[in-house]
């Protein structure tokens, strides 16, 4: 039964006017420490239930619903209900919310009823000030926990994009990747996936007969590629990838998922347009990052004071193509189809009007940290 179908009944019932909005995890937690009263006052473990009530300003909300980082709540004038109608509010909603969790869970498959209690472990340990990094012993489903598997994290784009369900992204990720994957919700809109190590063993016989020997870095990154078009074109749309290292998800799992967060957080941050998000290649980034803003600001504004050259959009373009290429002049003329002799002048041209020469690497450096500087800082 939907909320709309027992909000009229409901109106009627109490003969006052019922709002339903939903909040986040993090404003429902605001909420909370704000609140006049609580219905689990002192039990912090527990105020993210269906039937939980909070009092503030002489109005009521009740959870009705959580679904993993969104909650439904209602909201209705405290004067309207007396105490006893409060209590059984709330005790319906937790019995309306115990009959559908019971439900969806006669109706998921074994490896679903896995993924959500994986699931609930992680977000628990990702918001305790005392995470446990290791998971506990009934969670570790045989020795495949603690075997080296692959990492992904997806991330959809939009927060309107076509979503499915648990059953038909394992299938789809099955098809490409292999039957042996662990897939696991976290937030709205955001899976951790774990694929096997014999993906690098088949990625590398795909590049066989490539004069030179592939790199671990260079074939998850070939996985990570055709793994984010398959997800684009079959399912999704738009969406974010990142990938690392194998690990163990056994003695792993929590700072795999921080690790992943952060590289996709440092490439939306840093590097729009682009959906894969390699953690090797973000070192400056998080560095960057570190720096408060104030001081990121105020170097900038220094580095800036001489001209505007950096962020003319033919400029910007030539740079970053320039860096992408290793500063190889000859690739990038290539690249950007121009003459060798024009790019000479265009970095020319940087190297007077700001005496940086980008050949050089020391100026290069520089460049490259004000590039992603001004990205970041003139974005916010």
């Not at 909000?7 to 995890?25: A, F, S």
């Not at 997800?231 to 990142?242: D, I, Q």
């Amino acid at each position: 039964m939907s909320t709309t179908d027992w909000l009229k009944p409901l109106e009627h019932i109490l003969n006052c006017p019922i709002q339903v909005t939903t909040k986040d995890v993090s404003e429902w937690k605001s909420f909370i420490e704000e609140a006049d009263s609580v219905s689990n006052q002192g039990d912090s473990s527990n105020i993210l239930t269906a039937g939980v009530w909070a009092l503030k300003l002489n109005c009521l909300w009740f959870i009705t619903e959580v679904d993993r980082n969104t909650l439904t709540v209602l909201e209705v004038s405290n004067n309207a209900i007396n105490e006893k109608e409060k209590e059984l509010i709330s005790w319906t909603l937790q019995l309306t919310n115990k009959h559908k969790l019971h439900k969806l869970a006669t109706s998921m498959s074994d490896s679903e009823r896995l993924a959500m209690k994986l699931s609930e472990w992680i977000e628990k340990q990702l918001e305790s000030d005392e995470p446990i990094y290791s998971l506990p012993d009934h969670l570790v489903a045989g020795s495949r926990f603690y075997q080296e598997m692959i990492p992904f994290l997806l991330i959809t784009e939009q927060a309107g994009t076509k979503q499915a369900s648990y059953l038909e992204l394992e299938k789809l990720l099955k098809s490409f990747l292999s039957d042996d994957i662990l897939l696991i919700p976290l937030k709205s809109q955001e899976w951790l996936i774990w694929g096997p190590l014999t993906l690098l063993k088949d990625a590398d016989a795909d590049l066989y007969d490539q004069s030179e020997e592939e790199s671990v870095e260079d074939s998850l990154s070939s996985i990570a590629l055709g793994l984010h078009e398959m997800l684009a074109s079959e399912w999704l749309g738009e969406c974010h990838l990142a990938v690392i290292h194998p690990v163990s998800p056994a003695r792993a799992i929590i700072e795999t998922t921080l690790t992943l967060r952060e590289t996709i957080n440092l490439g939306r941050k840093f590097h729009v347009g682009t959906n894969i998000h390699l953690p090797w290649k973000m070192q400056l980034e998080r560095l960057l990052n570190a720096i408060p803003e104030m001081h990121r600001s105020k170097y900038l504004e220094q580095s800036l004071k001489r001209t505007d050259l950096f962020v003319e959009v033919e400029m910007l373009a030539t740079l970053e193509t320039f860096f992408s290429l290793d500063c190889n002049v000859s690739e990038t003329a290539k690249k950007l189809y121009i003459h060798r002799n024009t790019l000479l002048y265009r970095l020319d041209k940087l190297k007077q009007e700001t005496g940086l020469d980008v050949r050089l690497f020391r100026d290069a450096v520089l460049v490259k940290i004000i590039l992603l500087l001004y990205k970041v800082t003139k974005r916010n």
